[in-house]
């Protein structure tokens, strides 16, 4: 008599649990270089020019200089720490845990959303270690703004969630932070991040081509008191769909080879 193979039951959520969560947590939280250049050299790049007396105390609209700084740092902090989450990708890709974890019932969406939170998780530590240090030293902006411009840091750091894991599908993992590092430092300055871009100079035109200008525009806007632009939030949002967009693709690719 033919015995017929049980049916193989798709979990709940598609996978979706505490301890695939936490095992993603901890494998981020052990990378000890990740760590130091997410939450410590944003945190030095804010004290060495956010609190340089010669121009630290200045107006910013509706705050100083030192909180625009800070803003800024807290963006960066953010970018490298969601960028790091999602690049993760290739190091697993390399190591044939990708490859295993297809092979279970895991949802690939699921793999997926569970990457961009954790990394998500990290870019709200990188943000709230450098807002507590800042509110600690000479930074100076109205009360409702360190909760508002904190929280569009933290959301607008999933395009570069969505960056990380494109660049983790595309890179050969020995390289892709080596390669990312230096390429996120590059697009802050280029997008205007670390310093206000001069209106109708060519360098203000080919910023606003960027990922990094509509978030820096966005996030210092609550405190430099600029009105908002729907080009602000254009940029966002194709940049944002270009790079899931190349994550989906990279991945369906990926998973082909399976």
């Known amino acids: 008599m033919t015995t017929l193979a049980p049916s193989r039951r798709v979990p709940a959520l598609g996978g979706l649990n505490a301890t695939l ?50 803003i800024s740092m807290a963006l960066y902090g953010a970018m490298i720490a969601t960028t790091s989450g999602g690049a993760m990708v290739s190091v697993e890709r390399a190591s044939g845990w990708s490859r295993q974890l297809r092979l279970t019932p895991l949802s690939p969406g699921v793999y997926i959303f569970v990457k961009v939170l954790v990394a998500m998780m990290l870019g709200l530590a990188a943000v709230g270690v450098v807002y507590l240090v800042g509110a600690f030293t000479s930074v100076r902006m109205d009360t409702s703004l360190w909760f508002t ?10 395009v570069f969630a969505a960056f990380g894991l494109f660049m983790g599908y595309l890179l050969p993992s020995e390289n892709v932070m080596q390669i990312l590092g230096p390429g996120l430092a590059v697009l802050g300055f280029a997008g205007g991040l670390f310093m206000p871009l001069q209106d109708g100079s060519v360098w203000a035109s080919i910023a606003q ?50």
Do not use: C, K
């Open 21 to 70: 969560l936490g095992l993603e947590l901890r494998r981020l939280l052990r990378n000890r270089r990740t760590m130091i250049i997410t939450l410590v050299m944003p945190v030095v790049f804010f004290l060495i020019f956010g609190l340089n007396p010669s121009y630290s105390g200045e107006s910013a609209g509706n705050g100083n200089v030192s909180a625009y700084v800070m």
């Open 209 to 258: 081509f960027m990922p990094t200008y509509g978030l820096s525009q966005l996030v210092h806007a609550p405190l430099t008191g600029d009105a908002m632009q729907w080009t602000w939030v254009l940029n966002v949002a194709v940049w944002l769909a270009i790079f899931v967009g190349g994550a989906v693709w990279r991945f369906q690719r990926d998973t082909e080879r399976v």
């Open 149 to 158: 411009t904190a929280l569009i840091t933290w959301l607008g750091s999933a």
